[in-house]
């Protein structure tokens, strides 16, 4: 899919509602634990060569760290992926992840909307202790300088529990554009979903999976309450996804699918259930399921490593690595469905971007 970088705030939602494959951007360094700029650039390219119509930056799989005042590496990057990103002929919605405590939050958000970033993904982590309302005054704080994407995070990697009451007002601050549903739990995820359908925002709001061991039923299933007397169905349109930083253009493609599936109402049930399947036994190798998602940034990068696309699995924090038996998993998927990656097409262009 193709888009053009959205010039107001009602082509935003219209790009976000018509559903887009969107990474979350990962972070290159060099042995040194340097920024590499030739690869962070490359993959960059990549994304918006696979057809991703919007790139998150600056977001758990950019490594957090990245705020650090001795690695002081937050601006460089979104300024790098800006950058590359508008040199497209058809530049992505650029989203910068927002954190921290209001003060740190709005600076981000002004640093984002200075550098052109059309959206914040808005996380709460720093916020466990909050109240309802003081989490709705702080997202209300910084949607007044950015466009705001809501982030319900699991709470296994840092997020808190998020309840229906707080999504429901949320979704009803003026300036929020979309939710990225990913607390890893359907029934929280049902929460965001009953709490938009209630906020009379449906229409406004955008929703995206981030729950990256449900991606495909997600994407696939029409949710439908009764409100008021009448039934409003949603639909989770695209995904703002970690397991999209790796075979993006194999995603895209799906999601494509998805589309003309849910536009002719024409399913093929076992196929995508299977489908979906495979695409979450692939992405409990690459998170590292099975160690609490220790190994989650490690393994995105492993596979972006096998393709050439990173030269190392290098992070921030030095004790962070592959755990035991991961590589093992990620070679037994990687053989098991070589359909849901994108390898050739990586192949084909990888010196290109990395020139």
Same mark, same amino acid.
């Given at each position: 899919?193709?888009?053009?970088?959205?010039?107001?705030?009602?082509?935003?939602?219209?790009?976000?509602?018509?559903?887009?494959?969107?990474?979350?951007?990962?972070?290159?360094?060099?042995?040194?634990? =340097?920024?590499?700029?030739?690869?962070?650039?490359?993959?960059?390219?990549?994304?918006?060569?696979?057809?991703?119509?919007?790139?998150?930056?600056?977001?758990?799989?950019?490594?957090?760290?990245?705020? =650090?005042?001795?690695?002081?590496?937050?601006?460089?990057?979104?300024?790098?992926?800006?950058?590359?990103?508008?040199?497209?002929?058809?530049?992505?919605?650029?989203?910068?992840?927002?954190?921290?405590?209001?003060?740190?939050?709005?600076?981000?958000?002004?640093?984002?909307?200075?550098?052109?970033?059309?959206?914040?993904?808005?996380?709460?982590?720093?916020?466990?202790?909050?109240?309802?309302?003081?989490?709705?005054?702080?997202?209300?704080?910084?949607?007044?300088?950015?466009?705001?994407?809501?982030?319900?995070?699991?709470?296994?990697?840092?997020?808190?529990?998020?309840?229906?009451?707080?999504?429901?007002?949320?979704?009803?601050?003026?300036?929020?554009?979309?939710? =990225?549903?990913?607390?890893?739990?359907?029934?929280?995820?049902?929460?965001?979903?009953?709490?938009?359908?209630?906020?009379?925002?449906?229409?406004?709001v955008a929703l995206y999976t981030g729950n990256d061991d449900n991606i495909i039923p997600d994407l696939l299933t029409r949710f439908e309450f009764p409100v008021n007397g009448r039934s409003v169905s949603l639909r989770i349109t695209g995904g703002l996804l970690g397991q999209w930083a790796v075979w993006t253009h194999r995603a895209v493609e799906l999601l494509e699918q998805i589309k003309a599936c849910v536009t002719h109402e024409d399913f093929h049930v076992q196929k995508w259930l299977t489908l979906g399947a495979q695409l979450t036994d692939a992405n409990s190798s690459i998170f590292d399921a099975a160690n609490s998602f220790h190994g989650c940034i490690p393994g995105i990068h492993e596979i972006l490593r096998r393709q050439g696309l990173l030269e190392n699995l290098i992070t921030l924090d030095p004790d962070e690595h592959l755990s035991p038996g991961q590589l093992q998993q990620i070679d037994r998927i990687c053989h098991a469905y070589p359909h849901l990656t994108d390898d050739t097409f990586v192949q084909a262009h990888r010196d290109k971007w990395l020139a």
């Open positions: 899919m193709t888009t053009s970088s959205p010039q107001s705030l009602t082509d935003l939602r219209r790009l976000l509602r018509s559903g887009l494959v969107i990474p979350a951007h990962p972070l290159a360094l060099t042995s040194e634990r =340097k920024l590499d700029e030739r690869r962070q650039r490359a993959l960059t390219r990549y994304y918006v060569a696979a057809g991703a119509g919007g790139i998150a930056v600056g977001v758990h799989t950019t490594q957090f760290a990245i705020r =650090k005042p001795e690695i002081g590496l937050l601006q460089p990057v979104l300024e790098l992926a800006a950058e590359t990103a508008r040199q497209s002929p058809h530049p992505p919605v650029l989203i910068a992840g927002v954190c921290g405590a209001t003060a740190q939050a709005l600076q981000e958000a002004r640093l984002a909307a200075s550098l052109g970033y059309h959206a914040g993904l808005l996380s709460l982590a720093a916020l466990q202790d909050a109240t309802v309302d003081e989490l709705i005054a702080h997202a209300r704080e910084v949607a007044q300088v950015l466009p705001v994407v809501g982030f319900y995070l699991q709470p296994a990697v840092g997020g808190r529990l998020l309840g229906y009451e707080f999504w429901r007002r949320f979704a009803q601050i003026e300036n929020v554009v979309a939710i =990225k549903i990913a607390p890893f739990n359907r029934y929280q995820t049902l929460d965001v979903l009953h709490a938009v359908a209630d906020s009379g925002r449906e229409a406004d």
